[in-house]
């Protein structure tokens, strides 16, 4: 079946570091992939997304490219904040079917002043 | 409403007892999904509704659980004789008619410890 596979953290930064966090998946056809982030404390919240291939989804300064040749969504930050340590998730959302999120276990982010 | 939410935000419940956790999702809302958080891992489906209707059921991990969902609104979701390996978050998610292009709107979730 489909699935996500994100690196493992934490992942521990110092402020204004740059961040990938990589994520690759296994899907049968044309998955639309998201990124989540769980702040301390809070809810899942939708990060950005992409629905094809060579898409970019970006918001508050993230990227992430829909890699169709890797089957990769990495995630990148060119300057992260102490704000940013949060948890980041990969997901896919398969194609056809009834569209329910795919999950990576998630990858913790610290980063320090 | 504005948002979806899950209730109780908290839950403590002795081994064997049943629980019922609630959702309302956004209004308008006709896809509504139920995941579960185990600490520090990853969300599990656990169950899709579209309407009142649950075509996807193949998360709900043995026949204690159980979901239903009425007037295309509220969900709650049902866990009888509980055991410590479902002390998790349960968080619930719902989105327009699937959310494959827009991404899902995320409950808080409910924190259920079996003690």
């Known amino acids: 079946g489909d699935s996500v596979t994100q690196m493992e953290g934490p992942v521990t930064l110092s402020e204004e570091a740059f961040l990938t966090i990589n994520c690759t998946y296994t899907?049968?056809?044309?998955?639309?992939l998201f990124w989540y982030v769980q702040y301390p404390g809070e809810g899942l919240q939708l990060l950005l997304k992409a629905t094809k291939a060579d898409d970019k989804g970006s918001n508050k300064g993230f990227e992430a490219t829909y890699r169709k040749e890797t089957t990769s969504f990495h995630l990148e930050k060119g300057s992260v904040q102490v704000s940013d340590s949060a948890v980041y998730f990969c997901a896919l959302s398969e194609a056809g079917g009834y569209n329910k999120l795919i999950f990576g276990a998630g990858t913790r982010l610290a980063v320090h002043p | 409403g504005a948002g979806v939410s899950q209730s109780p935000s908290n839950k403590v419940t002795e081994k064997g007892k049943d629980v019922e956790l609630r959702c309302d999702p956004i209004s308008g809302h006709t896809a509504l999904y139920w995941y579960r958080q185990r600490l520090g891992q990853g969300l599990e489906f656990l169950i899709y509704?579209?309407?009142?209707?649950?075509?996807?059921k193949s998360g709900l991990p043995s026949d204690r659980f159980s979901a239903e969902r009425t007037g295309e609104s509220v969900s709650t979701l049902t866990i009888q004789r509980t055991q410590q390996e479902d002390s998790a978050v349960y968080l619930c998610?719902?989105?327009?008619?699937?959310?494959?292009?827009?991404?899902?709107?995320f409950g808080s979730g409910t924190r259920l410890t079996v003690v």
């Open positions: 998610a719902s989105s327009l008619a699937g959310g494959r292009t827009g991404g899902y709107t």
């Open positions: 899907a049968t056809g044309y998955p639309s």
């Open positions: 509704f579209q309407g009142n209707s649950a075509p996807d």
